[in-house]
Nanobody, 111 residues
Framework: QVHLMESGGGWVRAGGSVRLACVVS??????????IHWYRQGPGNQRELLAT?????STLFVSSPRFTISRDNAKNTVYLQIESLKPEDTNVYYC?????WGLGTQVTVSS
């Protein structure tokens, strides 16, 4: 069974940056053969797709030029870099692989 664990969240000042990580365990094959996505969700909101990286490491989608998605197949890890953080970026951030979800990591941006 595949397991996803997000990390890297915390309190950040507006204008700063953060790099989130998603470590995938349980199936290296599943990780290496699939696209992986980053989402976020705030209270009362639907999950919003932020970025997608292909199995080969190409960026397939980003919802903002402030987001950069990348993957390190040797570490079974996908990253999301967010620049120029704004208070409205305050959310729980999740990664998704083959309809499996992690528990998320909270990012809180202070003005």
């Amino acid at each position: 069974q595949v397991h996803l664990m997000e990390s890297g969240g915390g309190w950040v000042r507006a204008g700063g940056s953060v790099r989130l990580a998603c470590v995938v365990s349980g199936s290296e094959t599943l990780f290496r053969l699939n696209d992986i996505h980053w989402y976020r969700q705030g209270p009362g909101n639907q999950r919003e797709l932020l970025a997608t990286v292909s199995a080969g490491g190409s960026t397939l989608f980003v919802s903002s030029p402030r987001f950069t998605i990348s993957r390190d197949n040797a570490k079974n890890t996908v990253y999301l870099q967010i620049e120029s953080l704004k208070p409205e970026d305050t959310n729980v951030y999740y990664c998704n692989l083959n309809n499996e979800w992690g528990l998320g990591t909270q990012v809180t941006v202070s003005s």
